[in-house]
């Protein structure tokens, strides 16, 4: 069974830049799309960021501009580099399959953005 495991969360200043990894247990040669989700407390679980399997990208409204997603398919990782943070950017942020997040979900990675 596929494992995720996110990592590169903190607490950073508004303004600030962080870089979330996703490593993933098995190839990402599968085709699939993959995504950043992130669930603030007290809110749903939302999609913000998706990369197809030749990089083509698709961002939320809210992160788009200063978040950029990638993915490393010789190392099976995907990553988030996320600049111009806001506080409400503050969320635990998961990595899965998108649009349609098949694999189990990671523990994620915090993120928390305040001065």
């Known amino acids: 069974q596929v494992q995720l495991v996110e990592s590169g969360g903190g607490l950073v200043q508004p303004g600030g830049s962080l870089t979330l990894s996703c490593a993933i247990s098995?190839?990402?040669?599968?085709?699939?799309?993959w995504g950043w989700y992130r669930q603030a407390p007290g809110k749903q679980r939302d999609l913000i960021a998706r990369?197809?399997?030749?990089?083509?990208?698709i961002y939320d409204n809210s992160v788009k501009g200063r978040f950029t997603i990638s993915r490393d398919n010789f190392k099976n990782t995907i990553y988030l580099h996320m600049h111009s943070l806001k506080p409400e950017d503050t969320a635990v942020y998961f990595c899965n399959e998108a649009p349609f997040p098949d694999a189990p979900w990671g523990q994620g990675t915090q993120v928390a953005v305040s001065a």
């Open positions: 098995r190839s990402i040669f599968n085709g699939y799309d």
């Open positions: 990369i197809s399997s030749v990089g083509v990208a």
